[in-house]
């Protein structure tokens, strides 16, 4: 295994894209806000050190009785476990817990973490064989048991792998939002839904509190790859906890902040308090990577000529012994009032460009449900637009499984037509990838 130094720490940066001209009376400002993260080595699978001893995972297998149907589940979620288990880095702390209508560790035990290593590989291993399927469904369980011994680890960096494969029914919905928002900013959480006999809302709404991703494996033996590439996107990871902060001048409201690249996120609800007109937006951990946050904020009016800051955006991580968080980067938001139209009209490409892809996402969403309660005018109606949208924008992942939901008339128009059948995995998938966007093209 390579070695780093602690040069290969990631570097930050924050670029910003916008039309910063306002007509005469103008008060929204939008801007797309790029954050990149290189040189961190996660493309090599490693961390600083070589090893993963800053890291901390617990992996979440549903074992519930729903998993021996058919069996090639329970196998397939076996194996899975097993191929993450393989791609843990040495000094990675880990475990395993059963899930139900209860959490059960399965390995190590005893309210304990293990070290990963080539015996405790093993072990943890010959501990899957001890998996069976039986019992229901609590999903809230399972997480307060993975905060539990995720948060006995003295690491900057936790994860959970999420495995279900049917509804939460031995818990109320509030309970599991209670665990979530319990869970919230204590550990990262990816979730996969297996089969489809779950409920794709809620694997969603786990990966979204928790800012981790979310998706469907129709097929068992799928998992394997599945959960190998979760485990070595968790193990590049080597900066958590990283805040946008937005500070605003007075008189300055923020409209909405979202994350739109890779995937759609909203969130303006999630800011905490940083000081005088300054909040904070969890972004999570990150290793070798680039995503995309736009910005909308409500300026005073002024008089042309004038112009003001609107926001400053900066990238914050705490510092691991209390004192003033750290700085990894910076960017302006700025706002400039002028009588030359062309310039005040002009809409920046990325601000156009992840508009569309978040309207794609949204009528995606409405056009499902719109379908699955009969309203087969409205679905029309919104899948047309979202095919519109997404041929318009060259995303061609969704229109490729849009087109397995309505046959495309015209994707230029968005005219289209509501298959008659739609395979459930199809039309789930559709559901869980609907927030997946491209980049802008530059």
């Given at each position: ?19 910063e ?8 400002v ?22 993963g001893?800053d ?18 589940k329970?196998r397939?979620?076996?194996d ?6 393989d791609a843990?880095r ?57 905060d ?5 680890a003295e ?8 495995l ?5 029914e ?6 599991l ?7 919230a ?13 779950w ?21 068992p ?11 070595e996107?968790?193990?590049g ?12 001048p ?10 739109v ?10 800011r ?6 300054a ?6 951990s ?9 910005v909308?904020?409500r300026?005073?009016q ?26 990894l ?8 009032w ?25 009528v995606?969403?409405q056009?499902?449900?719109?379908r699955?309660?009969?309203d ?5 109606a ?23 939901v ?5 994707a230029?128009t968005?005219t289209?037509?509501?298959?008659a059948?739609?395979?459930?995995a ?7 990838r ?9």
């Amino acid at each position: 295994m390579a070695n780093f130094s602690k040069s290969n720490v990631p570097q930050f940066s924050v670029d910003v894209y916008q039309n910063e001209f306002l007509p005469e009376g103008g008060r929204e400002v939008n801007a797309i806000v790029t954050v990149t993260s290189t040189g961190g080595g996660t493309s090599g699978g490693t961390t600083p050190s070589g090893t993963g001893a800053d890291a901390a995972v617990v992996i979440m297998v549903d074992c519930s009785g729903s998993m021996d149907y058919p069996p090639t589940k329970m196998r397939g979620a076996r194996d899975a476990t097993a191929a993450a288990i393989d791609a843990l880095r040495d000094g990675t702390s880990f475990a395993v817990v059963a899930g139900t209508h209860v959490a059960n560790e399965v390995y190590p035990g005893n309210g304990r973490l293990a070290v990963a290593g080539p015996a405790t590989r093993g072990q943890a291993k010959d501990a899957l064989r001890r998996l069976s399927a039986g019992g229901g469904t609590a999903i809230g369980t399972w997480l307060r048991l993975a905060d539990r011994l995720l948060g006995s680890a003295e690491v900057s960096i936790r994860h959970g792998i999420l495995l279900t494969d049917g509804r939460n029914e031995h818990e109320s919905p509030e309970d599991l939002r209670a665990a979530l928002d319990a869970c919230a900013g204590r550990f990262t959480c990816g979730a996969r839904g297996v089969g489809t006999d779950w409920e794709v809302k809620e694997v969603t709404g786990i990966a979204s509190a928790l800012l981790g991703t979310a998706d469907i494996v129709a097929d068992p033996q799928g998992l394997a790859a599945d959960f190998t590439a979760m485990m070595e996107n968790a193990m590049g990871k080597e900066v958590a906890d990283v805040a946008l902060r937005l500070w605003t001048p007075v008189g300055v409201e923020i409209a909405f902040v979202k994350q739109v690249a890779p995937t759609v996120e909203e969130l303006t609800s999630r800011r905490t308090e940083a000081g005088p007109r300054a909040g904070d937006y969890p972004t999570g951990s990150w290793g070798d990577e680039s995503r995309d946050y736009h910005v909308c904020v409500r300026v005073p009016q002024a008089a042309i000529g004038q112009e003001m800051l609107a926001a400053r955006v900066s990238l914050i991580v705490p510092d691991p012994l209390g004192s003033a968080p750290k700085t990894l980067g910076q960017g302006l938001v700025r706002a400039v009032w002028t009588d030359d139209m062309a310039m005040s009209t002009s809409i920046n490409p990325q601000v156009a460009h992840y508009t569309g892809q978040a309207e794609l996402a949204q009528v995606i969403q409405q056009g499902l449900d719109a379908r699955k309660i009969g309203d087969h005018d409205g679905a029309t109606a919104k899948l047309g637009r979202a095919v519109q949208l997404a041929a318009a924008s060259g995303n061609a992942d969704t229109a490729k499984l849009l087109s397995k939901v309505v046959d495309v008339v015209d994707a230029a128009t968005g005219t289209v037509r509501l298959k008659a059948k739609v395979a459930e995995a199809d039309e789930m998938t559709l559901e869980t990838r609907s927030t997946k966007t491209v980049r802008v093209k530059k």
